[in-house]
Every structure is written in structure tokens, then in C-alpha cells.
């Protein structure tokens, strides 16, 4: 890792700071849903205990679950019982899902576009700094929306903004750090997304029910924003976008359109891409399986255990640690085994987590969540490596796009199949059942593929080293 100069960490710094911030606003509407719903009104309604509620008729209170009652004439009639907004229905789903999912994978992808075409001429830091300062004050407005239209609109300015991270921070890791310390720089900044997700759930449900200076759930999203304004600015003014020193030839092939698509069609359509873009759809539908059914599984199965602090553990501790290993250890392995064993370390380690995962429903809490801190170690060496192989075998000049577009498809299927596990649940009339048969399932099934995206590279590998061999 001697490429790891003070500059170059504290740009990834930065950097990863910025991804941060951003998973955090993106996943908040998760772990505040029933707060925004019950005071901007939106969603369905729902029966519920009225937990400061006393009588001591114990008995009778037992004899009716308020959670049965599916009207509110129904509900009103249980003392003990209130009828009020969810969380949860179609306005909450297109809330979460398809407001920020469609903005997200269409604008990472012209952004892209636009990075790579016009690289002499846009710096990338600055898309950075405009992209945080873009989220950060969605993030900051939801805590002073008051209708539900304008949540929509700042979701989507939200994904518009976070849509930059990914795709431009590969293109700068790719060129500011060599393939020996390259998968442990995109380790450390897929730390943005466990950090995020697991502050999301402290800032959710901590920070709402402190209700600080009297805004309840507003107070999260406005304190979420705060840094990223700050981050935008230290991104423009502190730091500037690495130019190759081959800016000439760069140029010359970024304004000729023709050539650019021809190089970036011969980059996304090699094999290796389209088998590990396979592989993604299983791995990704997977993660966002578990992703979006958290809470829900607990609540359904464990009401009473606080979920919280637990769920930020398992993210941070276990996420954060396992895309930094993946990356460290890729990085040694590489430069024993060739690229490829990047693929096989990736293939192992997920086919590792696949029964960490059938622990974590399996098992009540605590208990759950040791498996879920171990899964996530083995689990989440995917994001590092995963990124580290795409930049490493397409061309420089469409780094940023490959990325954007394999993130655009990666999320179209990824961010929209975990819907199955709905029927799956009717179909076998158990919850856990269907979580089983997508979470661990897709898990496995991706652990195969990862190792036959690695076929392709050996073979090249093996040619390029005969060939070297003849010639010396």
C-alpha cells in the first residue's frame, strides 16, 4: 500500500465521507416512515395498542389483538385500541422504491456519460461537490416538508444527487491508487454504504424519539444534512480531479463519439462483464431482500426486541470490516494468483455467508444478530472487490460509465425483484420461508456465478502469459 500518501487518504476520505451522508439520507425514509406518514398523512391506516392505556380487566385486553382489526369502526370499539397512518401502503412504497430507484439508476448513468465524455473538460470533484450539496439539501427540506407530493420530489433530488458517488469515485480510486492498494481504497469507500445504512437506523429511531428542540422526526433529517453541506464545500475547494497524464490521447478519444461507444460496447460486452452482471441480480436482489424486510422480520416475529443498535452493529462492525477484508485480502491475492482470484475470494466468501443467513432467521435475538455480524464480514467483501474487478478490466476512458450502467441494470432487478418475496410468503403461507428461499437462496446461486465470471478471465490470463513466454 505505498501509494497511500497523506493527499490521496485524505481525498478518499472525502470521499467516502460524502457516500456516507448520502446512504444515510437515502435509507432515513425507512426507519421514519411511521413518524412522516402519521403527521404529513399518507399510506394506509392500521390498528394499534394503546400502549398508555391501564385496566385491570388484563384478561379481557388479551381476548383481542388490535392488530386483527382491519377497520376502524372495528378498532375504535377496543378501548385499549387506536386507529392511525402505518407507514406502510403503495404512497410509502413509491416513496422508498421507485421515486428514488428510477431517478437514481437514470441519472448515474448520464452523469456517467457526461464525466467521461466531456473528461478534459468537467472535473469530477466538482460533479462530487455539487452531487452532495444536491442530497444534503433534499435531506435537510424533507425535515420541513408538509405535504406528501414534496417528500416525492425531494426523494428523487436525493437519488439524483447520490446518483454521482458510486460511478465518479470508482473512475478516482481507479486512477489515484495502483492494483495493489486499489481494492482496499473502493473497501473503504463502500464503508458509505453500511455506515450509512446502519446510521439510518440511529437516526431513525434514536434521534426521533429524543425529539430534540420538539421536531420529533424532523430532527433527523435536518441533522443528517448538516455534514454533507459541509463535505461539498471541503470537495470543491480542497481537492482536485487527478487528470491522467495521457490527457491528449484521452481527449482525442472522449470527443470522438463513435470511438467512445465502440470502446465502451467491446468494455461492458466482454464475457467476464455479462457473467458478473449475472451474478449481481442474484447478489444484489438478495442484499435488498434482506434490506427492506429488516424491521419488518422483527417486528413480525420479535415486536418486543429493540432492534435498533443491534442492526447498527451488524451493519458497521461486520459490513464495514468485510469490504475492507475483501479488498486487503484481494489485493494480496492478485498480485500471487492474477485478477481472477479476486472472483474466487468473492465466490468463497459468499457462498460462506449463505448459511449465516439461514442463522439469522433461525435463530430468536441476540442470537440472530451474531450470525448477521459474522454474515455481513463474509457477505459484504462483494462491493469492494466487485468494483475493483469492473474498473480493472475495462478501458480508462469508460470507467465511470461501465459502472454507472452496471449499477443502473444491477439496481432495475436488484432494486425492484425483492417484491417476490410477497406471493412467496402467500404461496407458503410463512414469512420466513420466502425470506429463506431469496435471502440464502439468491446468496448461493450468486456464489456459482461469481466463480464462472472468473472462467473467462483465467482463460485471457493464461493466453497472455503464453504468449509472453513465446516471445521472450
Given amino acids: 500500500m505505498g501509494d497511500m500518501t497523506v493527499s490521496k487518504l485524505y481525498f478518499l476520505s472525502l470521499m467516502t465521507l460524502s457516500y456516507i451522508v448520502g446512504e444515510l439520507t437515502h435509507f432515513l425514509i425507512n426507519t421514519t416512515s411511521r413518524e412522516v406518514a402519521r403527521e404529513v398523512e399518507f399510506g394506509e391506516k392500521s390498528c394499534f395498542v394503546n400502549g398508555s392505556f391501564v385496566t385491570d380487566e388484563e384478561e379481557d385486553k388479551e381476548q383481542f389483538d388490535c392488530s386483527e382489526s382491519k377497520n376502524e369502526t372495528h378498532c375504535g370499539s377496543e378501548k385499549h385500541c387506536y386507529w392511525e397512518y402505518s407507514g406502510l401502503g403503495i404512497q410509502y412504497q413509491v416513496l422508498a422504491g421507485p421515486s428514488f430507484i428510477l431517478v437514481f439508476i437514470f441519472s448515474a448513468v448520464f452523469l456517467a456519460i457526461l464525466s467521461d465524455w466531456l473528461y478534459d473538460k468537467l472535473s469530477r470533484t466538482l460533479m462530487l461537490s455539487v452531487g452532495t450539496a444536491t442530497f444534503s439539501t433534499a435531506c435537510l427540506l424533507m ?260 459502472i454507472a450502467i452496471f449499477l443502473f441494470l444491477m439496481n432495475l432487478v436488484g432494486g425492484n425483484l425483492p417484491v417476490i418475496v410477497a406471493p412467496l410468503r402467500s404461496y407458503f403461507n410463512d414469512y420466513r420461508s420466502a425470506l429463506y428461499l431469496v435471502w440464502p437462496g439468491f446468496l448461493t446461486i450468486s456464489a456459482f456465478i461469481f466463480l464462472l465470471s472468473s472462467l473467462p478471465l483465467w482463460i485471457r490470463e493464461k493466453k497472455i502469459n503464453k504468449q509472453y513466454s513465446v516471445n521472450k
Avoid at 457462498?351 to 463474509?378: D, E, K
Fill in 143 to 402: 425535515g420541513l416538508a408538509g405535504q406528501y407530493w414534496q417528500l416525492v420530489i425531494l426523494r428523487m433530488m436525493i437519488a439524483a444527487g447520490l446518483s454521482v458517488c458510486r460511478p465518479v469515485s470508482g473512475g478516482l480510486i481507479a486512477e489515484l491508487f495502483s492494483a495493489s492498494s486499489r481494492g482496499v481504497a473502493n473497501g473503504i469507500f463502500s464503508w458509505g454504504v453500511y455506515y450509512g445504512y446502519g446510521l439510518a437506523f440511529v437516526f431513525g429511531i434514536y434521534i426521533t424519539r429524543a425529539d430534540v428542540l420538539g421536531y420529533g422526526w424532523r430532527a433527523p433529517y435536518v441533522l443528517a444534512a448538516l455534514p454533507g453541506l459541509v463535505l461539498a464545500v471541503l470537495l470543491a475547494t480542497t481537492v482536485k480531479d487527478p487528470r491522467q497524464k495521457d490527457t491528449e490521447a484521452t481527449a482525442k478519444a472522449s470527443s470522438d463519439g463513435r470511438a467512445y461507444f465502440r470502446t465502451l460496447a467491446r468494455s461492458f460486452l466482454s464475457p467476464s462483464m455479462l457473467i458478473l452482471l449475472l451474478a449481481a441480480f442474484f447478489r444484489h436482489t438478495a442484499g435488498y431482500c434482506w434490506a427492506y424486510n429488516t424491521r419488518l422480520f422483527f417486528q413480525t416475529y420479535y415486536p418486543d426486541f429493540d432492534i435498533g443498535l443491534w442492526t447498527f452493529s451488524a451493519s458497521v462492525f461486520g459490513g464495514s470490516f468485510g469490504v475492507f477484508a475483501g479488498g486487503f485480502f484481494s489485493d494480496r491475492l492478485v498480485q500471487v494468483l492474477g485478477l481472477p482470484s479476486r472472483l474466487w475470494l468473492l465466490s468463497a466468501c459468499t457462498l460462506l455467508a449463505a448459511p449465516l443467513a439461514v442463522g439469522t432467521l433461525y435463530f430468536p435475538p441476540p442470537g440472530a444478530f451474531g450470525c448477521l455480524i459474522v454474515y455481513y464480514f463474509f457477505a459484504e467483501t462483494w462491493f469492494a472487490v466487485l468494483f475493483t474487478v469492473i474498473v480493472e478490466i475495462v478501458d480508462p476512458e469508460v470507467r465511470s460509465t461501465c
